[in-house]
């Protein structure tokens, strides 16, 4: 498999071809990004020294970052749809944690008011015990004296 003695370049901008260069042998002026064979040392000179672009790997080049740039839209729109999904479900979260809080604070509430009922109950007890003791347990005051006799 031979190479052939052209190759094509093409300029970013306008493009000089000095005279002898081409098969014509007039020097040319070439618009930017148009496609024209020159002889193949010669472009490839010019490639390497970054004047002119093979156009015909600038056009794969482009391709395949077209193709990584839909690659990178279509995550872009699966990440985007997640992002909406965990935001959503962020939102629900912060709902049920309120809610949650609030029943806390109201139990908690219930257990305060239940702990001081409890305390009033035991008082009460304890004041109902003191007020029942049965007469007969209790001396009079008269035997109760010392020096009185009854003792």
Partial sequence: MSKSKTISIAFDTIGRIPAGILKDGKPAIVDPHKAIDVPRIYGEHLIENHLAYDPDERARANEKNAEQQETRSARAGKDKGQMKQVSELEAQLADV???????????GGLSKDLKAAEETVALLQKQIAQTATPATEAKPAAEARPGTGTE
């Fill in 97 to 107: 944690t309120k809610k949650l809080e609030d029943q806390i604070g109201v139990s």
